[in-house]
């Protein structure tokens, strides 16, 4: 019932920023919290940032914090990651996933719809 599509990734280099956006099918996506998600070749899936129904709580991991931010846009059924400051080390597919509930998760468990991911390469 629900779908999830990213969209926006690309090569980048080292600096730039990219913009990934995630739209949602259904009509009850503003009741859910959202959050992004990294997985790098050989790597686990990690967590990047959390976005709770409003908009009003965001979480962010140490690794991100002060470059990236998750906002969302509930009348365009979309949550976005404005990346700036890219390093190369931020290269991976990115996927969006809505929360199994509403407070803050950080596990993939924790989710139970996910995208399909954008790749994203940053070079040096």
């Known amino acids: 019932q629900v779908q999830l599509v990213e969209s926006g990734g690309g090569l980048v280099q080292a600096g730039g920023s990219l913009r990934l956006s995630c739209a949602a099918s259904g009509r009850t996506f503003s009741t859910y919290a959202m959050g992004w998600f990294r997985q790098a070749p050989g790597k686990e899936r990690e967590f990047v940032a959390f976005?709770?129904?409003?908009?009003?709580?965001?979480s962010y991991a140490d690794s991100v914090k002060g470059r990236f931010t998750i906002s969302r846009d509930n009348a365009k059924n979309t949550v976005y990651l404005q990346m700036n400051s890219l390093k190369p080390e931020d290269t991976a597919v990115y996927y969006c996933?809505?929360?199994?509930?509403?407070?803050?998760?950080?596990?993939?468990?924790?989710?139970?719809?996910w995208g399909q991911g954008t790749q994203v390469t940053v070079s040096s």
């Open positions: 976005i709770n129904w409003s908009g009003g709580i965001t």
């Open positions: 996933a809505r929360s199994r509930g509403s407070q803050y998760r950080q596990f993939p468990y924790e989710y139970d719809y």
